[in-house]
């Protein structure tokens, strides 16, 4: 699996998760990457983006001022940062990678995703 996802889990209302998402036998440095979820019975929709090198982000507007998306190349590893969360964020988180536009959903490496749930 060349993404692995860690971090999820359950938590209240109002919490914090720190996802992160580590490259195996690649090093995706290159890659722009990227976060998407998928809730129960919803098709699967971007989160969050990030620039090879860093220096740009993007974000789905549900997230904007909540999520930030980071990424340490040096450690192959990138991290989603999700802040003042609420229950419509439950949902599996998953990263990808690819040599892509940040907002495309064309990404062509796929982690097997994170479970976050948020209680009420």
């Known amino acids: 699996v060349p993404l692995v996802e860690s971090g999820g889990g359950l938590v209240q209302a109002g919490g914090s998760l720190r996802l992160s998402c580590a490259a195996s036998?690649?090093?995706?440095?290159?890659?722009?990457k990227g976060w998407f979820r998928r809730a129960p019975g919803k098709e699967r929709e971007f989160v969050a983006a990030?620039?090879?090198?860093?220096?740009?982000?993007v974000y789905a507007d549900s997230v904007k001022g909540r999520f930030t998306i980071s990424r340490d190349n040096a450690h192959n590893t990138m991290y989603l940062q999700m802040n003042s969360l609420k229950p419509e964020d439950t949902a599996v988180y998953y990263c990808?990678?690819?040599?892509?536009?940040?907002?495309?959903?064309?990404?062509?490496?796929w982690g097997q995703g994170t479970q976050v749930t948020v209680s009420s």
């Open positions: 990030i620039s090879w090198n860093g220096g740009t982000t």
């Open positions: 036998g690649r090093t995706f440095s290159s890659y722009t």
């Open positions: 990808a990678a690819g040599l892509v536009a940040l907002r495309s959903d064309a990404y062509s490496i």
